[in-house]
């Protein structure tokens, strides 16, 4: 990389990768409206970076600043892409990076073989080279069998893998992801985030903006999360969900009994009379858990189920991006927990969310 680009941590031989990416104060409004108000991005070669919002916040924007599609306000700061000053080089920036939009570049009207010769044409590759590069990543998304078909004849998954296979002809370092899995099933949301893993590995940088949270969790290394025209928290998935409040655990007692016995024991905790539940806030560690159910056991109260709950990106999202509009925080706190319960049960993603489970069956 060009010394050019500024050192991973602002000081030149700490160690760190160097950056892919940066941009300090990128501004940008559309007439009054201020879609960027000065954001600062440092994202390190080789690892994947996620650009969370809620419509409209300006993710897009941000890619078409960083992929020179469009100019960042004047009185933005530099921006490095691939180790090139974006003002200076654009043209060496469009040479580092690959750029797959929320539009495909496919044409649907010619097969998936024809698209890739034509991405090779463009990169001005010789024939023979073309080719081999072609066929070379036919194969390896999986895209062989349907080479000679028509695009317009694929599932939104395969265009998608032919999207991405079209973008790596030109061997990019740097791949913009403009919300790559957006309608996709979830057989083909988890190839894609097999094939971004498989890019990482390579060494690709890749910059991702999703609506999907778990996508985001599943796969970025670091998570900004842009609101209002800036990034109103950034770090990795764990760190941003130590910021929200919001663990605890849940005990649903069938005996009306037992809940008001509990509810009489514990010194903290919210109750919901009609489906006869308390909120013990936790941090879902063993240790808590240990200790709440030895008090339970040692006052010989008997609950018919335990979930625990601990902050997913969710809360993150909706308490940084103000998108949380349910009323009144208890209820909505009740609420949420319900939804991922029965989530947690259909979708088996016990890791990270809400785990249910019985509390004799716990802890042995
Ligand atoms: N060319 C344009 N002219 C005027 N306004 C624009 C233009 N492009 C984008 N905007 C506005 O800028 C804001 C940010 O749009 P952008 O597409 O970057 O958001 P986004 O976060 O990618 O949203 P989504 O998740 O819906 O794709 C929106 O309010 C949009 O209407």
Known sequence: MPSSAPP?????????APLAISATALRKSYGDKRVLDGIDLR???????????????????????????????PGSGPVHVGGHDLAVDPQAVRAAIGVTGQFSAVDQLITGEENMLLMADLHHLPRREGRRVAAGLLRRFDLVEAAKKPA????????????IAMTLV?????????????????????????????????????????????????????????SDGRIAAEGSADELKRIVPGGHVRLRF?????????????????????????QVPSDGSQRELRSLL?????????????????????????????????????????ARTTDRTARTDQTARTDQTARTVKPEETLR
Do not use: C
């Not at 690892?47 to 890619?63: E, Q």
């Open 254 to 278: 069938a005996d009306p009994a037992a809940y008001r016995h509990a509810a009489d024991a514990l010194r903290e905790y919210s109750g919901h009379v009609e489906s006869l539940s308390l």
């Open 170 to 226: 030109g061997d990019p370092r740097i791949i913009f992801l403009d919300e790559p899995t957006t309608g996709l099933d979830p057989r083909s949301r988890h190839a894609m985030w097999g094939i971004i893993r498989e890019l990482v590995a390579d060494g690709v940088t890749v910059f991702l903006t999703t609506q999907y949270l778990d996508e985001a969790d599943e796969l970025a290394d670091r998570i900004a999360v842009l």
């Open 8 to 16: 991973a941590n602002g000081r030149p031989g700490a160690g760190r």
């Open 152 to 163: 317009a004849t694929y599932s939104g998954g395969m265009r998608r893998r032919l999207d």
């Open 294 to 334: 030895d008090q339970l056991d040692a006052l010989g109260i008997q609950a018919d189920e335990l979930t625990v709950h601990t902050p997913d990106l969710d809360d993150v999202f909706f308490a940084l991006t103000g998108g949380d509009t349910r009323v009144p925080a208890q209820t909505d706190r009740t």
């Open 43 to 73: 994202i390190p070669a080789g690892t994947v970076f996620a650009l969370l919002g809620p419509n409209g916040a300006g993710k897009t924007t941000a890619v078409q600043i960083l992929s020179t599609l469009i100019a960042a306000d």
